[in-house]
């Protein structure tokens, strides 16, 4: 197969960039992954805030959460 230089060039620039794109990327750490209420009542309305903050270098955007 046979490439031209501007494509071994894009080739090239792809692969470098890889790596900073990676780095760039946000990050979601959380203060605690899981929470155990224990014994609860039938109907009893439990509450629990997870906390957690980007440490990626880039802005962080949630658009849909699910629970199991």
């Known amino acids: 197969m046979c490439y031209t230089i501007s ?4 080739v ?4 470098l960039l890889l ?3 990676a780095y760039a990327a946000p990050s979601l750490k959380f ?4 929470h155990d209420f224990g ?3 039938e109907g009893e ?3 629990y805030t997870f906390e957690f903050s980007n ?11 699910n629970a199991p």
Request: proline share 3%; glycine share 4%; charged share 40%.
């Open 7 to 10: 494509m071994k060039k894009m």
């Open 12 to 15: 090239l620039l792809v692969v």
């Open 19 to 21: 790596p900073v794109l």
């Open 31 to 34: 203060e605690n992954e899981s």
């Open 39 to 41: 014994q609860a009542k």
């Open 45 to 47: 309305r439990l509450e």
């Open 55 to 65: 440490t990626g270098k880039d802005d962080l955007s949630i658009e849909k959460v």
